[in-house]
T-cell receptor
Framework: EPEVTQTPSHQVTQMGQEVILRCVPI?????FYWYRQILGQKVEFLVS????????KSEIFDDQFSVERPDGSNFTLKIRSTKLEDSAMYFC???????????FGPGTRLTVT | AQSVTQPDIHITVSEGASLELRCNYS??????LFWYVQSPGQGLQLLLK??????LVQGIKGFEAEFKRSQSSFNLRKPSVHWSDAAEYFC????????????FGQGTELSVKP
C-alpha cells in the first residue's frame, strides 16, 4: 500500500540553524500539508500546498518557514532560523483531492537546543 | 471560530469493555469528520471518516462513529476493547471550502486494563 514517507525521523539542531524536513507524498496525490505537534499538545495545521503554491497557511507559518516541491516527488519544509519553540513533531500529509482523506507520514521529531 | 473539543483527556477501560470517545465540533461549513489514532512514537492512522450519507460509519479495527448534526458530535465507539487499542485518539474536522486543512481536537489517551 502506498504511504507517505518522511526523513529524517529525528533531527537535532542548535537554535538559529536552518533545517529542512523532507517528505515524499503518495505519488498520485495533488494536495500536500504540513502539521506539527508540540509534545503533549494537539496536532496543528501549518500549511497546505497545491499546484506548486501555498493555498493556505496558519499564523504559525511565519516568514521563518517555507515549503517547496523541488522535483515533483519531494515536499520540503524549511525553517530558516530555528527557535526553541520550534521543537515538535512535524507531520507531512498528502491527499488525492479536497474532501478526501489525508494520509499522514510517520513524522520528524525536531529538537532545537 | 472553528474548533474541535474532546472533553476527555484520559480514559481507562477494562479489556473487553465497551468504549465511547466523545468529540464535539464548532464549524461554520458542512464538516467532514475524521478519527485518527496515534500509537506512541508513531504517525497518525485514519480509523474512519464521515463525508456524507449514512451517519453511522464503520472503520478499521472494529471502530464505528456516529455523526449527530443536532448535537455537533461525532463520537467514536467500540463494543469490546482490546489491549492493543491503547493509544491516543484524535478527532478532526475539515471542509471542502476551507482548503483542505484539518482542525484537530486535543486528543484522548486511552489506557486498557487487563
Amino acid at each position: 500500500e502506498p504511504e507517505v514517507t518522511q526523513t529524517p525521523s529525528h533531527q537535532v539542531t542548535q537554535m538559529g540553524q536552518e533545517v529542512i524536513l523532507r517528505c515524499v507524498p503518495i505519488s498520485n496525490h495533488l494536495y500536500f500539508y504540513w502539521y506539527r505537534q508540540i509534545l503533549g499538545q494537539k496536532v496543528e495545521f501549518l500549511v497546505s500546498f497545491y499546484n506548486n503554491e501555498i493555498s493556505e497557511k496558519s499564523e504559525i507559518f511565519d516568514d521563518q518557514f517555507s515549503v517547496e516541491r523541488p522535483d515533483g516527488s519531494n515536499f520540503t519544509l524549511k525553517i530558516r532560523s530555528t527557535k526553541l519553540e520550534d521543537s515538535a513533531m512535524y507531520f507531512c500529509a498528502s491527499q488525492t483531492g479536497l474532501g478526501y482523506e489525508q494520509y499522514f507520514g510517520p513524522g520528524t521529531r525536531l529538537t532545537v537546543t | 471560530a472553528q474548533s474541535v473539543t474532546q472533553p476527555d483527556i484520559h480514559i481507562t477501560v477494562s479489556e473487553g469493555a465497551s468504549l465511547e470517545l466523545r468529540c464535539n465540533y464548532s464549524y461554520g461549513a458542512t464538516p467532514y469528520l475524521f478519527w485518527y489514532v496515534q500509537s506512541p512514537g508513531q504517525g497518525l492512522q485514519l480509523l474512519l471518516k464521515y463525508f456524507s450519507g449514512d451517519t453511522l460509519v464503520q472503520g478499521i479495527k472494529g471502530f464505528e462513529a456516529e455523526f449527530k448534526r443536532s448535537q455537533s458530535s461525532f463520537n467514536l465507539r467500540k463494543p469490546s476493547v482490546h489491549w492493543s487499542d491503547a493509544a491516543e485518539y484524535f478527532c478532526a474536522v475539515g471542509a471542502r471550502n476551507q482548503g483542505g486543512k484539518l482542525i484537530f481536537g486535543q486528543g484522548t489517551e486511552l489506557s486498557v486494563k487487563p
